[in-house]
């Protein structure tokens, strides 16, 4: 069997109602990551080991670890002419992840980030031509002014980290893959939506 724990490497913000943060340091069965909100940079660490079989057995090793990243799940909430489109989960900042080397038979993997882009929130903009369009806060469009801001319906969003970590015994060389899911909540935060919003009047022509 092996030993999964977190570590952060940034401060991550104190969110009460967050499940990643009722629970206790060490319960081995409340693997949550600490929730974050949209649009602030965070890091943390992974570390996975091996279990003591006790008195008399040999552990086995650490042979390797993959990572799946979140995935896009839910459906384009635009899509503009040319056929981009923007996705509610889109991450437009990207997640980056290092795994690391075995050492005394434990692998950490670093991951760090900003969550941007996730929720379907929705500014209207008046286009160059005239017309009024809802796009999200990373749309890249030709418009001259924003006249609206609406907030999502939805404001927090349950995401999940996948892991295959692979064992050998030392004496069989018998392989063995251990699934590990580590969930996460991510939340608005309208703070950073505020001054986009701010942002786009201040860049607006009209």
């Known amino acids: 069997m092996i030993t999964t724990s977190i570590s952060y490497t940034t401060a991550f913000p104190n969110i009460p109602w967050d499940l990643g943060q009722q629970t206790s340091e060490g319960d081995p ?3 949550i990551l600490k929730g ?33 990243l979140p ?20 991450f437009s900042s990207p ?13 950490t993997v670093a991951f760090s980030g900003k969550y941007s882009g996730i929720f379907n ?11 009024v369009r809802n796009l999200p806060i990373n749309n890249r469009e030709d418009w001259v002014a924003v006249t609206k801001w609406a ?16 064992t050998e015994d030392p004496i069989s ?13 991510v939340y608005w935060g309208w703070q950073p939506s505020l001054a986009a919003f701010s942002k786009f009047v201040a860049e607006g022509e009209l």
């Not at 997640?95 to 692998?107: D, K």
């Not at 929130?121 to 017309?131: C, H, L, T, Y």
């Open 29 to 31: 069965t409340a693997l």
């Open 36 to 68: 974050q909100y949209e649009n602030y940079d965070w890091g943390f660490n992974v570390t996975f080991g091996v279990q003591d079989p006790g008195e008399g057995g040999t552990p086995d090793n650490i042979v390797s670890v993959a990572v799946t």
């Open 71 to 90: 995935a896009n799940t839910t459906d384009s909430i635009y899509t503009p002419e040319g056929g981009v489109s923007y996705e509610t989960s889109e």
């Open 95 to 107: 997640i980056t992840y290092n795994i690391g080397s075995i050492i005394n038979n434990t692998i």
């Open 121 to 131: 929130e929705i500014f209207q903009f008046v286009m160059r031509d005239g017309s």
């Open 151 to 166: 907030p999502p319906s939805s404001k927090e969003k349950l995401i999940s980290y996948a892991f295959e970590v692979v």
């Open 173 to 185: 060389e018998i392989q063995s893959t251990f699934s590990v899911s580590i969930p996460q909540y």
